[in-house]
């Protein structure tokens, strides 16, 4: 099983960005998705978060700006971010609880990193 996040770049203040995750491999389903970012000299923090069914739930500072969402049918899940601030900066990771045949397990993308200059 492989996580591929994708969408980062360089992008002003207040503008936007699509980060995209995608899910490959003998997945029999996909549980929990989510965004996590970590920022130089910082913890990785929790960004959002998304169930199967599609409950989320966010982090303060991405309340009101960011939006998760996933299509199932594509074993793929979204963050979409706008009004970017500087301190949005980090990379960002994505993952996910994953079921396939013989084990459930979490795992990780390979990071996507946003640049947000001021």
């Known amino acids: 099983v492989q996580l591929q996040a994708s969408g980062g770049g360089l992008v002003q203040a207040g503008g936007s960005l699509r980060l995209s995750c995608t899910a490959s491999g003998s997945i029999f389903s996909i549980n929990a998705m989510g965004w996590y970012r970590q920022a130089p000299g910082k913890q990785r923090e929790l960004v959002a978060r998304?169930?199967?069914?599609?409950?989320?739930n966010y982090a303060d500072s991405a309340k009101g700006r960011f939006t998760i969402s996933r299509d199932n049918a594509k074993n793929t899940g979204y963050l979409q971010m706008n009004s970017l601030k500087s301190e949005d900066t980090a990379v960002y990771y994505c993952?996910?609880?994953?079921?396939?045949?013989?084990?459930?397990?979490?795992?990780w993308g390979q990071g996507t990193l946003v640049t947000v200059s001021s």
């Open positions: 998304i169930t199967r069914d599609g409950s989320t």
């Open positions: 993952n996910a609880d994953i079921s396939t045949i013989t084990r459930l397990g979490t795992y």
